[in-house]
C-alpha cells in the first residue's frame, strides 16, 4: 500500500495513476472526501488528513510500503516561516509513529541554499525529516513547466508573455509535473538506506526567450517576451494580495543570479523525458488559465 498526499494536484495524481496502473494499491489522503470521490471509483482506500494534523497523519501513513508528501504550496509565508515548521512537526511525529517502509518527499531545487526565500519552507522540513530511520529520498525538482499556464492568455491574445525569470537569454533548469509523477512512483517502489537527495529537470535549460518562441510556434503567430522590471515586483506582488512578498522576490533573485541551483548541478541531475513543447501544447488545447502567483 503506498500512501499519497497531493493525489488531487498535478504530480500526486500521476503517481497515483502510475501506480495504479502497475498493479499497485494506492492509499489516496485528502482533506475534503468530495475529492477522494473519484479516487475511491479508480478503488484508491481513502485516508482522510490534514498536514498539519499529527493524528489524522499517523493513521493514513500506517501500514504503508512507502509514503509520499507533497505539502500544499503557500506563496505568501508569515517571517520565520512558522507555517512549515508546524507542518515539519507534524509531518515527523506522524511518521515516527507510523513507521512506513520508506519515505518520498517532493522537495524543490535550491533546498539546499543558505540565503532565506520562498523555498527555504522545504529547507526547514527537510532538515526536520531528515534524521529519521525512515529511508527518505527528498525528490528536487526544477522551475515547473506548468507555470507557464499563467502565460497562455497573454501569449494567446497579445502576443507578449512577461518574465520574473531574468535575463532573457539565460537558460533555466526546468521540469514537466508528468516527469515529476513518474520519476516518484519509480523512487516510491525502490529500496534503498537512510536519506538520498534525487535532483530532476528537463532534457536541457530552457530560456525565457525559448518559452516565447515555443508560444509563437504553437499558436502560429508572433510571441515575444518582457521583463518584468525588478523594482515593480514588490508593490505588483502587493496587489496581487500578498503581504509578505519578500520570500517571492528573494526566491527569483536566486534563479536569476544562480544560487538556486542543484548541488550537483546540471551534470549530476536525472533529466525528464517531457519537452517544453508537449507541455506548452497540453495548456493551450485545454485553454486554462491561472490567476494565482506561479511558484517552481
Known sequence: MYAITGITGKVGGELARTLLAAGEPVRAV???PQKGQEWAALRCEIALANIEDTASLTIAFRGTEGVFVLVP???DPAPEFPEARAIAAALRTA?????PVRVVYLSTIGAQASESNLLTQ???IEATIRELPTPITFLRPAWFMENFTWDVA???DSGVIASFLQPLGKPFPMIATADVGRVAAELIQEDWNG???VELEAAHRITPNEVAATFAKILGRPVRVAAVPRETWGSLFKSQGMKNPLPRIQMLDGFNEGWIEFEREESGSMKGKV???MVLRGLIEAGVERRTPRMV
Do not use: G, M, Q
Not at 95 to 99: G, K, T
Open 122 to 124: 522545504h529547507t526547514i
Open 195 to 197: 536519506c538520498r537527495v
Open 30 to 32: 485528502v482533506r475534503d
Open 154 to 156: 497573454s501569449a494567446r
Open 95 to 99: 511518521l515516527e509513529a507510523a513507521r
Open 275 to 277: 519537452s517544453l513543447e
Open 73 to 75: 504550496p503557500n506563496f
